[in-house]
C-alpha cells in the first residue's frame, strides 16, 4: 500500500522536560521520525517544551514550537498552520495523555486532524487497565488476577478480595509513578491513595503479585496490512518486582526456553493485531513462571517506549524511522532495511552478539531518599554494552556507567562482610549485580543467591565463571606470567587492564604492555541487523577480542568526538546535542566524523549521524584502541561533559591531539584553587577562599575567610557533594564527608556570598576574540545550584555597569585561559560588585537554552572555531524579542520522603523554556514570587 497521499503536514508532539521513567529516548525516536516523514516530503511541525533536544532544531522539522505541551499549545498550532495528521506515539506517556485530552475537547475533529499510528479508542484500551484486562482475557490470553479501582473504598475491597501479596498500578502514568507491591495489610491504604493521586483518572489496577516471576518485553511493529515483525526480544535480569527501567536487561533471550519463546510470540502479535487502528511501533510486556512456564500479559505500550531506542541500538533497526513511515500508509514491505540498503524492513533481526543495558542512578543526589528498587522508576539513565558474550557485555556496561567502575568488581570496591551482601541481595538496590558478585566470590551457594534474588541460575553461574578467572588468576605473580590462551580468555570475558592489574595488585601499564606484547587487540565488528548473512552498509561498530576486525579506517581527514555517556543529574541531554552538532560541524568542514558513547537513547547513537559509529564505554582503554586504530587528526572533549573532559590528560600523556581548549587550560579552569589564583593575578574580584587537604585545615581557613562558606571538592559534575555551611562542626562534617567519597580530592573553601544575585555567561572564544551568546540573570539567589535555577535570558534586573563589567571579565578570563570553542562563566553580583565564582571551559547545560532562545547554530560555530575558524568569519548577532526562561524540572514525586530544599548541589533531572513579550506575564511573576518567598522564609 502506498502512502497516504491525502497528508501533507504532520504534527509530531514530543515528550517535554527528562524526568524520571521519560527521558532523552523520546529526543531520539522524535528526530528519527521527523527525518523519515521529511524524506517523504511531508512538512513536519513539532511541539515540545525541553529546549535541550535535537528534535526541537531547525535541522530536524519544518517549525519548531518551543511551547508548554497543553491544548492550548496544539490549538494555537493548528489556528496558525494546516495540519492533516498528528503523531503523538514519538512522546512517551506525556503525547499520548496530550492527544487524549485534545480529542475529548473535540480539537482535533474541529480542524480536521486525523491521528496516524494509533487512534484514540486503541489508547484508550491499551492505557484504561480494566479495558485491557478484559481484552486480553477475551482473546485468550492470561492476566494477573486484579480489580480496577475509582475510590479508596473500591481498592479496599478489590484487596479483600484478592489477598495480599499485590500491586497496585495507576493508569495513565509514566515510569511506574505511584505504583508499588505492597506486602503487609498495614501498607495498604497509604499506598492506595498514593495510587490514586497519582492517576490523572483517578484510576488504578490492583493485580495479584507474580513476585520472582521472569520478565521479558518484545518490540514489535504492525503495518496497515496486519502484518506484524518482532524486532528484539528482551529479557530481564531481575525478576517481577523491580520495574524494568531499573532492571538490567538482556538481547536476545538467554533463559526461555523455545516453547515458551513461541508462545509468547505469538501471543504478542495476536495482541498487537487485535488492537484497532495501529500502524506503528508497540512494546509488550509479559511475566513467565520460571517453574512452569505459565505466560502472562502484563502490558502494552502502544507507542515507541524507553525500551524502543534500546532495542533499535541492539539490533539496528530504525523502529521510530521504520514507525513514522507506516503511520502515513506503508507496508513493512515496501521498505527497505536501512542497514544492509538492499534487503526488505519486512523482517525479524538475528542478533550474533549479546547487549546488556544496565541503569544508572543518583541516589546521592537524593538525601533521604528510599534506594530499593520496586515497580516505581528511580534510575535517571541507562547505558548499553555490546559483546560477544553475556559477560563480556556486563563488564563493558559496568565500565559504561560513570561510577568509577573497572568492571564488575575486581576492583577496590568490593564488600566482604557476607551478613551486608545477604541483606543487600534481599533488598534490592542500585549496586545489587555487584553483590551477586561479591556473595559468590565469598562462596555463598548460588541456591541461596536465587532464592534471595531471584535472578536465574544461568546468570549467576555466568557470573561464578567469572569468579573462578579471578581465583585461576591469583596464581600468577606478574603479567609476563600469564599463559597468552588465558590472557586471551580474560579480556574475551570482558576484564579491562585495569581489573586484571587490581587483582594481581601490579600498575594498570604493565599489564596493557605485556598484552599487547603478546597482540592481543580488540577488534571491531559491525552491527549489521542479519548476523552476517547479508552485506552491510552501516558503519555501526562494537569491540571483542577476535581474528577479523570489520572496521577498516579511511585515508580520510578524521576527527573522534567523545560523548557524554548515561544521562545523570548534572550531565544529560544537553550534551547529546552539542554532540550532535559537533559532528554535523565536523562533515561540514570536510573531516570524517566518528562518534564514540555507549548511550542507548540518545540521537548521537543513531546508526547515520556520525559517519562512523563505535558503540563503546567512555573508558580510556577503549577509547586508547579505538584512537590506535583510527588514527584521528585530534578528538574534542569539550562537548560531552565532564565525562569527556576528564580523559582530557590522558589524550595530552600519550600524544593525542585535543581539537579546541589544551589540556592545561582546561586543567587550570576546572581547579578551583589554580583557578582562583588566576583570577587574583588578572584582578577579577572573587570570593575569599582556600584549599584544604583536612578537617583542621579546613576549619582554620573558614574561620579566616568567615561564615557561612561554601564547601566542595575539585573536578566535580552537578555541584556534587557542595554544602553551605555556618559552623566549624557543620564544615567537619562536610569535609569528612567528602574526603571519605572522594579520598584523592582536595576541598574548596570559598566565602559564601548571602543574597547575592548570580548570573552566568556563555561565549565562544576563538584565542583572539570572544562572542559572548548570552548572558542569563537567576531568579533564585546565589546558593542555589544553577542547574535547579530559573534563569532569564536576557538579563532583568542587572545595571548596564554591572553587563559591562561581566562581560569585560569574561573577555579577560577567555583570553588568559587560551580558549578555543567554549567557556560558561558563573558570576555573583553583590552591591553592584561582580564576583566571578567559577568557569567551565567547555559546553554547558544552558548553551542548547540560548542556541534555542536566539535561533543561532552555536554549537555548529564553536566547532569549526574550535578547527581553527575565525568569529570574524561567522554572522552571529540576534537580537530576542523579548525574554525567554529556562525553568528545572524535578523529579522528586519518585521520592516521597527526600529532602527537597534547593541548594549548591543540583537535584533537577530537565528543564523546559518558555517564551514571554515582558516582565508581566504571569509565568514570570510567579517564579518571581516563588523567589521572594525563598528569600523572606
Known sequence: MPKDSSIQSVLIIGSGPIIIGQACEFDYSGSQASRSLREEGIEVSLINSNPATIMTDQVTADHIYLRPLTVESIEHILQERKIDAVL????????????????????????????IGVDLEA?????????????????????????????????????????????????????????????????????????????????????KAVLGWKEYELELLRDANNNVVII???????????????????????????????????????????????????????????????????????????????????????????????????????????????????????LDYVIVKMPRWNFEKFNGADTTLGLQMKSVGEVMAIGRSFAEALQKACQSQENNRAGLGADKKEWIRTEDILERLEKASDDRIYRV????????????????????????????????????????????????????????????????AWLMRIDEESVTKQRKKLGITRTYKMVDTCAAEFEAQTPYFYSTFDKENESIPSDKKKIIVLGSGPNRIGQGIEFDYCCVHGLLALKEEGYESIMINCNPETVSTDFDVADKLYFE???????????????????????????????????????IKIIGTSYEDMDLAEDRGRFSDLLKELDIPYPKYGVADDADEAIKIANEVTYPVLVRPSYVLGGQRMRIVINDDELERQVLNIFK????????????????????????????????????????PAGIHSGDSSAVLPTYSLSEAVLKEMAAYAKKLALALNIKG??????????????????????????????????????????????????????????????????????????????????????????????????????????????YMYLTR
Open 88 to 115: 503523538a506515539t514519538m512522546g512517551g506517556q506525556t503525547a499520548l495523555n496530550l492527544a487524549i485530552e485534545a480529542g475529548k475537547q473535540g480539537i482535533w475533529d474541529k480542524y480536521n486532524v486525523k491521528l
Open 617 to 655: 564505554p567512555i573508558f580510556w582503554e577503549h577509547l586508547q584502541e579505538i584512537i590506535e586504530l583510527e588514527k584521528p587528526e585530534g578528538v574534542i572533549v569539550q562537548l560531552g561533559g565532564q565525562t569527556a573532559l576528564k580523559l582530557s590528560e590522558n589524550l595530552r600523556d600519550h600524544g
Open 741 to 780: 567519597h572522594m579520598p584523592d580530592n582536595r576541598v574548596l573553601i570559598d566565602q559564601f556570598l548571602e543574597r547575592a544575585k548570580e548570573a552566568e555567561i556563555d561565549a565562544i572564544c576563538d584565542g583572539e576574540d570572544i562572542h559572548i551568546m548570552g548572558i542569563m540573570e537567576h531568579i533564585e
Open 437 to 500: 558478585k561479591d556473595a559468590l566470590r565469598l562462596g555463598v551457594p548460588r541456591k541461596t543467591i536465587h532464592k534471595l534474588t531471584g535472578i536465574d541460575h544461568w546468570y549467576l553461574t555466568e557470573i561464578k565463571k567469572l569468579v573462578d578467572l579471578e581465583d585461576k588468576l591469583l596464581k600468577y605473580n606478574v603479567p609476563e606470567d600469564i599463559p597468552r590462551d588465558f590472557f586471551f580468555q580474560l579480556k574475551s570475558s570482558g576484564y579491562s587492564d585495569a581489573q586484571i
Open 822 to 931: 567554549l567557556i560558561n562563566i558563573q558570576f555573583a553580583i553583590k552591591d553592584e560588585k561582580v564576583y566571578v565564582i567559577e568557569a567551565n571551559p567547555r559546553a554547558s547545560r544552558t548553551t542548547p537554552f540560548i542556541a534555542k532562545a536566539y535561533g543561532v547554530p552555536y554549537l555548529n560555530v564553536a566547532t569549526k572555531v574550535m578547527l581553527g575558524a575565525k568569529l570574524k568569519d561567522f554572522d552571529i548577532q540576534k537580537e530576542l524579542k523579548g525574554y525567554a526562561i529556562k525553568i528545572p524540572v524535578f523529579s522528586f514525586n519518585k521520592f516521597p520522603n527526600v529532602d527537597k530544599q534547593l541548594g549548591p548541589e543540583m537535584k533537577s533531572t530537565g528543564e523546559a523554556i518558555q517564551f514571554i513579550e515582558d516582565l508581566t506575564d504571569p509565568v514570570f511573576l510567579e517564579i518571581e514570587r516563588q523567589r
Open 232 to 350: 528484539c526480544t528482551v529479557e530481564n535480569l531481575d525478576p517481577m518486582g523491580i520495574h524494568t527501567g531499573d532492571s538490567i536487561t538482556v538481547a536476545p533471550a538467554m533463559t526461555l526456553s523455545d516453547t515458551a519463546f513461541q508462545q509468547m510470540r505469538d501471543e504478542a502479535i495476536l495482541l498487537m493485531r487485535s488492537m484497532g487502528n495501529f500502524a506503528g511501533g508497540c512494546n509488550v510486556q509479559f511475566a513467565i513462571n520460571p517453574e512452569t512456564e505459565d505466560i502472562i500479559c502484563i502490558e502494552i505500550n502502544p507507542r515507541v517506549s524507553r525500551s524502543s531506542a534500546l532495542a533499535s541500538k541492539a539490533t539496528g533497526y530504525p523502529i521510530a524511522k521504520i514507525a513514522a513511515k507506516l503511520a502515513i500508509g506503508y507496508t513493512l514491505d515496501e521498505l527497505k532495511n536501512q542497514i544492509t540498503k538492499t534487503t526488505s524492513a519486512f523482517f525479524e533481526p538475528t
Open 123 to 207: 489508547i484508550d484500551l491499551a492505557e484504561n487497565r480494566e479495558r485491557f484486562k478484559e481484552h486480553v482475557i477475551s482473546i485468550g490470553m492470561s492476566h494477573a488476577p486484579s480489580r480496577i479501582a475509582n475510590s479508596f473504598l473500591e481498592g479496599k475491597e478489590a484487596a479483600q478480595e484478592i489477598g495480599f501479596p499485590l500491586v497496585i498500578r495507576p493508569s495513565f502514568t509514566l515510569g511506574g509513578t505511584g505504583g508499588g507491591f505492597v506486602m503487609k495489610e498495614e501498607d495498604y491504604d497509604a499506598a492506595l491513595r498514593r495510587g490514586l493521586d497519582a492517576s490523572p483518572t483517578h484510576e488504578v489496577m490492583i493485580d
